[in-house]
């Protein structure tokens, strides 16, 4: 029986690329119906709402979704809907992993690791106001909160036990922001005592940035909070390549939605140069979720082959291929 996914195309090149990841979806075997909706600047042009109660009710009612890139509307009082949909869902998880592949540029070719960041809390609460006359100085409140963090290290250590992975580190600042983040590291000792099996460190953010820098394959499975947690997460992505190649996925208590993380490119929007590779792997991961790993498979295993190939891999990479051609490789691959 096919699975009912949420399908959001998105701004920019987000339709381009979520075209093609259809394509790739279908030769691989996936078992899917989509369920087209609205969000972003799309939903603005057509309803006035960048998020329409329309698209919230398909995600209640589908359980899981597949997002291109969005728009957030300038002013007008208008917030991001990637966080709205954070929030609104409780998708206390954003999972990035990043790995080396063959052919695309890089200054590291054996890089595997994964960013396992909280999605809810932090600085990115919104708990923030002006002060003084004259909008003088400004403050902003971060806030961790015990639940928060335990269910987001529980995560973590879930994660890498399901996926074979050796060791997670628990990324803070608790030297300086003693409380804060000093509760977050307490509760990630406490959680970590109930994963024997899986290593586990603590790591100052700062000497986390420099020790990515220096030599990535020390890393394996990352947790933090949520700012450090947007930080690190593009900082790996261009270990491997870019945000072009790297997909993401928010998890939570029983939603999922799977994204491309990176922008909706304005530029080059309908001369078929966009790269689909992220929102791709992105649905390969979402198979993976709802049970259809061969598919999933199939489609991994034919991204990074195109990708290897100088010809066929898109010019944002340093090839020669468009959207169609790369595309097209891709399918002929699965098909082969």
Same mark, same amino acid.
């Given at each position: 029986?096919?699975?009912?996914?949420?399908?959001?195309?998105?701004?920019?090149?987000?339709?381009?690329?979520?075209?093609?990841?259809?394509?790739?979806?279908?030769?691989?075997?996936?078992? $899917? #119906?989509?369920?087209? +909706?609205? *969000?972003?600047?799309?939903?603005?042009? !057509?309803?006035?709402?960048?998020?329409?109660?329309?698209?919230?009710?398909?995600?209640?009612?589908?359980?899981?979704?597949?997002?291109?890139?969005? *728009?957030?509307?300038?002013?007008?009082?208008?917030?991001?809907?990637?966080?709205?949909?954070?929030?609104?869902?409780?998708?206390?998880?954003?999972?990035?992993? /990043?790995?080396?592949?063959?052919?695309?540029?890089?200054?590291?070719?054996?890089?595997?690791?994964?960013? /396992?960041?909280?999605?809810?809390?932090?600085?990115? *609460?919104?708990?923030?106001?002006?002060?003084?006359?004259?909008?003088?100085?400004?403050?902003?409140? *971060?806030?961790?909160?015990?639940?928060?963090?335990?269910?987001? /290290?529980?995560?973590?250590?879930?994660?890498?036990?399901?996926?074979?992975?050796?060791?997670?580190?628990?990324?803070?600042?608790?030297?300086?922001?003693?409380?804060?983040?000093? =509760?977050?590291?307490?509760?990630?000792?406490? #959680?970590?005592? +109930?994963?024997?099996?899986?290593?586990?460190?603590?790591?100052?953010?700062?000497?986390?940035?420099? +020790?990515?820098?220096?030599?990535?394959?020390?890393?394996? /499975?990352?947790?933090?909070?949520?700012?450090?947690?947007?930080?690190?997460?593009?900082?790996?992505?261009?270990?491997?390549?870019? =945000?072009?190649? !790297?997909?993401?996925?928010?998890?939570?208590?029983? $939603?999922?939605?799977?994204?491309?993380?990176?922008?909706?490119?304005?530029?080059?929007?309908?001369?078929? =140069? !966009?790269?689909?590779?992220?929102?791709?792997?992105?649905?390969?991961?979402?198979?993976?979720? $709802?049970? +259809?790993?061969?598919?999933?498979?199939? #489609?991994?295993?034919?991204?990074?082959?195109? =990708?290897?190939? !100088?010809?066929?891999?898109?010019?944002?990479?340093?090839?020669?291929?468009?959207?169609?051609?790369?595309?097209?490789?891709?399918?002929?691959?699965?098909?082969?």
């Amino acid at each position: 029986m096919p699975t009912t996914v949420t399908l959001i195309r998105g701004d920019g090149i987000g339709p381009e690329i979520c075209a093609a990841t259809l394509r790739i979806l279908e030769a691989a075997g996936a078992d $899917i #119906v989509w369920e087209d +909706q609205l *969000a972003g600047m799309a939903a603005v042009d !057509a309803v006035k709402d960048p998020l329409p109660r329309a698209t919230v009710e398909s995600i209640e009612r589908n359980k899981v979704a597949l997002k291109g890139p969005l *728009a957030t509307p300038k002013g007008e009082g208008y917030r991001s809907v990637n966080v709205a949909l954070r929030q609104h869902f409780d998708l206390y998880a954003n999972v990035r992993p /990043v790995r080396s592949i063959p052919g695309v540029p890089s200054r590291y070719t054996d890089v595997d690791l994964v960013v /396992v960041r909280e999605n809810t809390e932090d600085i990115y *609460a919104g708990i923030e106001h002006y002060v003084g006359p004259g909008r003088s100085a400004a403050e902003s409140i *971060a806030v961790i909160t015990r639940h928060g963090s335990e269910r987001i /290290v529980r995560y973590a250590f879930e994660y890498a036990r399901r996926e074979k992975r050796k060791r997670v580190t628990l990324v803070h600042k608790a030297n300086i922001l003693k409380f804060s983040n000093g =509760l977050f590291l307490d509760v990630g000792r406490e #959680v970590a005592k +109930q994963f024997p099996d899986i290593e586990f460190e603590d790591m100052i953010v700062d000497a986390t940035a420099m +020790q990515l820098v220096k030599d990535p394959t020390r890393l394996d /499975v990352i947790v933090t909070m949520n700012l450090f947690g947007d930080i690190l997460s593009d900082l790996t992505a261009g270990l491997v390549g870019g =945000l072009g190649v !790297a997909p993401g996925f928010n998890l939570g208590r029983d $939603i999922a939605i799977f994204e491309a993380v990176h922008g909706t490119a304005p530029d080059i929007v309908g001369k078929g =140069l !966009a790269n689909p590779t992220a929102v791709t792997l992105a649905a390969a991961e979402l198979c993976d979720y $709802i049970g +259809q790993r061969e598919p999933a498979a199939r #489609v991994r295993k034919a991204v990074y082959a195109t =990708l290897a190939v !100088a010809d066929e891999r898109t010019r944002d990479l340093g090839g020669k291929g468009d959207t169609k051609t790369f595309t097209d490789a891709v399918i002929r691959r699965i098909q082969s």
